[in-house]
């Protein structure tokens, strides 16, 4: 008999595990503490907008027409303790307010809430992103609580998928790392993976802490890989050079490679700010401060990109901001996804309204969680209508729809004709032939 498994935390990360375990074939629970969202999964429909998730609901949320019935939702922890022998859990590490390092409240809880109701054979799975160390204390934790004793195990299994493709990274991922303890473990997590597995997919064993490691320093590279290029980007700026040029040069070469090397307003979101920052607490916590000094450096190089764009608006608006309409184009992190958590886009959006401006916002699907973060921002139901009388429009979300606007048509409804692109993706001859000035961060301005 397969495995039952269970997801705990139905966030991002876990409202995706879940659908996608069922998908492989396996019985599912999962489980979230707000009723508003088990409640929203019941029905098929996905607590945030992530490509191709609620696809896989409809097919296995039990009660659904035709559907599996492999996948039902609680907010029980006994009733998960119950049901499954693999307890997944996906539950946030934020930030804590005011410090860099990550808030593990969750996590914990969650670990004292189940580990008290396993009272048969159990694998616990950590998920989540936590700092080194966290899941061998929680392994002593389910071991203490759990009326089963040592049959109650834990095992860390970091995450690696991106939101707008979290789908296709769950059920096809490019690696599986499992840090284990024991053979049974393994072999339970190599059941869980093994259509991946069969289809070629690598298999990563380790002891815990490598395991957690892997996930933070894998963040920790693609920061640095970003905040690199845009750290070449000011060189640019102040040089003469174009970074757009330079980062496809440099790609060539396959020990750099492309990706990741897209310059421009920078790495946002629920992951890689608050990954940095947490590693960088947990290093000192454990005196190796100086090994990630150098992440202090990316984290100042992302966020002065932020404030540089601001500059940059505010110059080609004739030195103030005062009263002059701005539009932005983007207020999600990233295209294809509704996820405005330390979006650099709504970031520059609030500092300019901050200081002065009157900026209308649109986004394909992050309005209604940006005008919950920022509620005095105009928001506007479509691009065009957004650019309405601006006098500079803000690309800074790349979203593919942004990139077909039609520069002629836009420059017929803005005040004037100034482009600021700060994701580097608009054809910047296209525009200046509609006559539209052209800037962008990292790049020659005419
Ligand atoms: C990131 C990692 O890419 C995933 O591997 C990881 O699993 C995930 O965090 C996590 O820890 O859960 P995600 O936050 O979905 O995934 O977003 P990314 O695709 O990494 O993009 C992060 C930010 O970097 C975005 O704001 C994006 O616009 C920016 N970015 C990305 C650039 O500015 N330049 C680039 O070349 C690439």
Redesign the pocket.
Known sequence: MSPKITVIGLGY?GATHAAAMAELGFDVLGLDILPEKTDLLSRGLAPMYEPGLEDILRRHVVGLPESSGRLAFTTSYAEAAAFGDIHFICVNTPQKPGEYACDMSYVDSAVDSLAPHLDRPALVVGKS?VPVGSAARLARRVAELAPAGEEAELAWNP??????FAVEDTLRPDRIVAGVTSERAEALLREVYSTPLAGGTPFITTDLATAELV?TA??AF?ST??SF?NAMAEICETAGGDVVKLAEALGYDDRIGR??????????????PK?IRAFMARAGELGAAEALAFLREIDSINMRRRVYMVELTRETLGGSLLGKRVAVLGAA??PD?DDVRD??ALNIAGQLHLQGAEVTVHDPKAMENAKRVFPTLRYADGATEAAQGAHAVLHLTEWAEYGELDPAVLGGVVGARHILDG?NTLDPELWRKAGWTYRALGRPTA
């Open positions: 990360l992103t995450e690696f998928l991106r939101e707008g996930k894998a963040n693609l890989k970003i290029i990706k990741f090397l897209r310059a421009g307003i920078g790495f946002g979101g629920g992951c890689l990954d992190f990233k996804s979006s650099p994701r």
